[in-house]
């Protein structure tokens, strides 16, 4: 099964609009954390959030947020107001176990490209 | 400035051979990755690394090796039994706990020519 789930491969948003990209996990630890990444045609991975699964509160960056609904095992990433530089491949990845030191690999989903239009 | 790079930008590679694409971090990170990007697939885990030498498969090491002799050294080999080695690799390092610390080179494109 995967582990993380990007079910959208493709979005076309307006500039200026608001923006959800969907991702959703499956774990069965309970100490997990959930990160966002954008990666531009030149394919640098550029962190842009990252939600704990014990925070309390939804992580914010900027004009970054992350909508963690953690008993649906959802954590989508809310981009306000989207300008043309936003364009590119965004991924949700997963660390679990993050109480045992040596499980600090990253599990990714599939991605969405994002394109903004003018 | 502290960061990963990653040698070289582009590779080609003839059917049959070996290639080994570099990995240098001078973050003092414990823990390196090399990852796997094919179109519409994502990052796939090839290999990483807790230590010096030592190292685990990650899920597609197959056709894959690597060495971590030096902390700051993370190199991967390409060998001739990778039937489809074509993609985009990355290498990657982290610290400990700190969820905020995982750092990503600019990648290596390889094509099999």
């Known amino acids: 099964a995967q582990k993380i789930t990007q079910t959208q491969p493709g979005m076309f948003v307006q500039e200026k609009e608001a923006v959800t990209l969907d991702c959703t996990y499956d774990t069965s630890d309970p100490s997990y954390g959930l990160f966002w990444y954008k990666q531009p045609s030149s394919g640098e991975m550029i962190f842009l959030i990252y939600q704990g699964s014990y925070d309390q509160q939804n992580a914010t960056e900027g004009r970054y947020s992350l909508n963690f609904q953690k008993a649906r095992k959802s954590a989508n990433l809310v981009i306000s107001a989207s300008q043309l530089g936003d364009s590119a491949m965004y991924f949700c990845?997963?660390?679990?176990?993050?109480?045992?030191?040596?499980?600090?690999?990253?599990?990714f989903g599939t991605g969405t490209r994002l394109t903004i239009i003018p | 400035d502290g960061g990963i790079t990653q040698s070289p930008k582009y590779l080609f590679r003839k059917e049959g051979q070996n290639v080994t694409l570099s990995c240098e971090q001078n973050l003092n990170h414990d823990a390196m990755y090399w990852y796997r990007q094919d179109p519409g697939q994502g990052l796939r885990l090839i290999y990483y690394s807790q230590i010096v030498n030592d190292f685990q498969k990650g899920d597609i090491a197959e056709g894959y090796s690597v060495s971590r002799e030096k902390k700051e050294s993370f190199p991967l080999t390409v060998t001739s039994a990778q039937k489809n080695p074509t993609a985009f690799y990355l290498c990657?390092?982290?610290?400990?706990?700190?969820?905020?610390?995982?750092?990503f080179g600019s990648g290596t494109r390889l094509t099999v020519v």
């Open positions: 990657a390092s982290s610290i400990g706990r700190d969820m905020y610390g995982y750092t």
């Open positions: 990845a997963m660390r679990e176990g993050l109480s045992n030191f040596g499980n600090e690999k990253l599990t």
